[in-house]
């Protein structure tokens, strides 16, 4: 406990000075709880030229691999205060907090949570971590694509009841900045004034949820090279150009629709989502997948179908001449936010023990721009603790 | 399919599957069968429920009965609330007598004990047969 401690303060800078004196206050008088979640996957591609999710040929166990430990801390007129550290396989297991926030019961159906909190873009945002919580070895990533997990802000739950039909609605406002790729390079993302809603319905067997989400992104590539040729253009007398490639401050919005299905056998979910970036050069971004399992005893067997469908807005660089000397590299950027892709999941979650689960999956996926098809198996446990 | 696993799983634990009493503080009012099974999942605050540790065998048959999931449907369930800020689970007691103490002393709790050990310092609310 007190190396967990310690640990945090050297991590400390990431959480907001609310947090951090409401857990020195903690440590000193109330009791903490501490509960946790784990994931060792192992993974290798099929053949030599295939790589998917971060897996090449070689037998890898660290790249999704990870640990988490959540301390909880109630400091009492229904005030509470949680911080959930994790460390990824994919960043050398440095712990870095994913959550980190007080929680205020306004009364039993209502709940205010501040601080780090995660973005609920889709129905299994706040546990796609939590291998545990489901039935696949990763959440489809055709969908889950969005770097922007988690946002610093303030976010209401309420839950309740329509007559036979349990409710969730969760507001949440807040902002974003941390680093992402425009396509391949790394650049740094902020998202300002993030505002958005969720509304999960659940009614015996069935349940369907809504998510909208706006808000202000800017990017800035890292290497330089996308900003250089901006300002190319806009020397050159192309500014028009410039603009309809330019993120920022732009007017982003994501929609997400949930269904789901489950009456203790049979296990089908669905999940749509687009995101638009207005004015940019981002196209719609449009994601989904369907799934079905079937429960028998420990095991659940499942299939699912995923695709991802972006088409790169071709009428910018169609607006310059043929022989225009910037189209090219213009075509090149454009192009490169193309995405068309297909998965097919197949695998089995065995519950062969009460905390822990073991997963076997094995994943094709087809990229029908780069024509090329990737196959990966991988074999994991995911466990709570 | 379904049927026939739930009648061997009814066999297979009918040596030790007791009626259920859904219990409650002699001062609680009426509470259904539906509202108990919210309660139980976290969905309703209106009582706070009682429950007895992991792997405990009446435990496992309330939760199948009452709630119609697993163990390990349950232990997933609640992950996804517990690792997300959006609820805790049942506060635990070791054993049936001191879950029976438990909600004598405090007028909003629920808790479910095996019908035969029902005393008059609880409000059975319903019983779960077998």
């Known amino acids: 406990m007190i190396g967990v401690q310690i640990h945090m303060v050297s991590k400390i800078k990431q959480l907001s000075l609310g947090v951090l004196l409401a857990m020195s206050v903690t440590a000193a008088q109330a009791e903490i709880r501490f509960n946790g979640f784990a994931s060792i996957q192992a993974g290798n591609t099929l053949s030599s030229s295939d790589r998917l999710y971060g897996y090449d040929n070689e037998v890898d166990f660290k790249n999704e691999s990870l640990f988490a430990l959540q301390a909880q801390a109630d400091l009492g007129d229904r005030l509470s205060v949680t911080a959930q550290l994790m460390g990824r396989g994919a960043n050398d297991f440095n712990a870095e907090f994913e959550w980190a926030y007080l929680t205020y019961e306004l009364n039993s159906q209502t709940r205010i949570n501040a601080g780090r909190l995660r973005t609920p873009f889709y129905r299994y945002s706040d546990f796609m971590d939590v291998g545990y919580a489901y039935d696949w070895a990763r959440v489809p990533s055709s969908v889950y694509n969005l770097d922007f997990n988690n946002l610093e802000g303030i976010s209401l739950v309420r839950f309740g009841q329509l007559g036979e039909v349990d409710s969730t609605l969760q507001l949440i406002l807040g902002s974003y900045s941390g680093t992402t790729a425009i396509t391949p390079a790394p650049a740094d993302a902020n998202i300002e004034r993030i505002a958005g809603a969720t509304w999960e319905l659940v009614q015996g067997n069935f349940s369907a949820r809504v998510a909208y989400l706006t808000g202000k992104l800017t990017l800035v590539d890292q290497d330089g090279e996308l900003s250089g040729l901006l300002s190319l253009l806009e020397q050159s007398g192309f500014a028009a150009t410039a603009n309809q490639i330019r993120i920022d401050d732009a007017s982003s919005a994501f929609m997400g629709l949930a269904l789901g299905y489950d009456n203790g ?23 989904y997948y369907l799934s079905a399992g079937y429960r028998i005893d420990s095991f659940t067997p499942f299939v ?12 910018i660089y ?68 | 399919m379904k049927k026939f696993l739930l009648a061997s799983l009814a066999l297979a634990s009918s040596v030790c599957a007791a009626d259920i009493a859904i219990i409650a503080h002699p001062a609680t009012a009426e509470v259904s069968m539906e509202e108990v099974s919210r309660i139980y999942m976290g969905r309703a605050g209106s009582l706070m429920p009682v429950n007895l540790p992991e792997n405990n065998p ?41 879950k029976i103490e438990f909600v004598a002393a405090n007028p909003n709790s629920l808790g479910y004990i095996p019908a035969s050990e029902v005393t008059d310092q609880v409000r059975v609310i319903a019983t779960l047969a077998n």
């Open chain 1, 304 to 315: 699912s179908f995923e695709q991802r469908d972006n088409d790169g807005k071709a009428e």
């Open chain 2, 58 to 98: 009446l435990r496992d048959q309330f939760e199948q009965e009452a709630l119609g999931r697993s163990p390990a449907q349950m232990k997933a369930y609640w992950s996804r609330l517990v690792f997300t800020g959006k609820g805790r689970p049942p506060v635990e007691v070791d054993s049936v007598a001191a």
């Open chain 1, 318 to 385: 169609q607006a310059l001449a043929a022989e225009n000397p910037f189209r090219p590299a213009v075509t090149t950027v454009v192009e490169s936010f193309t995405t068309k892709r297909d998965t097919w999941n197949i695998g089995s979650r065995y519950d062969f023990h009460p905390s822990a689960a073991l997963k076997v999956q094995f994943s094709s996926q087809k990229d029908k721009v780069a024509d090329r098809r990737d196959q990966l198996l991988t074999v994991g446990i995911d466990l709570v603790f």
């Open chain 1, 265 to 287: 056998s049979l296990v089908l979910s669905g999940e749509v989502v687009r995101a638009r970036v207005k004015n940019t050069v981002i196209p719609s971004q449009n994601g």
